[in-house]
């Protein structure tokens, strides 16, 4: 395999949703000249704020079905408040990265190339 096609290739330590999302959109990004050998590291850390975007956010539904807290009965614990904050910190990272790599134009590409 040669480099250039080896930046394809899902990175080892994301789970299998950040591996799939990885698998949808890496083949995009490379025909658009967005993912190279230079910018892999910028995707592996996008997936990898994915995924833990996606753990918080479970977290956070337990933390929003708690009725005890929605009726102010109980603030937010240390942990929860950590869980917001990563979250924010994640999504931010995702912000930047995205926009960096050009997700918003391969998701374009994608949805004209599935709509045909």
């Known amino acids: 395999m040669t480099m250039s096609l080896e930046v394809l290739l899902p990175p080892d330590h994301v789970d299998a949703e950040s591996r799939e ?3 949808y959109i890496a083949p995009q990004l490379f025909r658009m000249g ?4 230079e910018t892999r590291p910028l995707l592996v850390r996008f997936c990898t704020a994915w995924q833990a ?3 918080e956010i479970q977290t956070l539904g337990a933390i929003e079905n708690d009725t005890q807290l929605l009726l ?3 603030e937010l614990t ?8 990563v979250t924010g910190k994640a999504l931010a990272e ?3 990265l995205g926009s960096e790599l050009g ?3 391969a998701f374009t590409e994608l949805q ?3 709509m045909r």
Do not use: S
Request: hydrophobic share 35%; aromatic share 10%; charged share 35%.
């Open 34 to 37: 967005r993912l190279t050998a």
């Open 72 to 74: 102010g009965v109980r």
């Open 78 to 85: 240390c942990a929860e408040r950590g869980v917001l904050e």
């Open 103 to 105: 997700l918003a134009e």
């Open 21 to 23: 999302y990885w698998q």
């Open 53 to 55: 975007f996606r753990n």
């Open 94 to 96: 995702m912000t930047q």
């Open 112 to 114: 004209r190339r599935e």
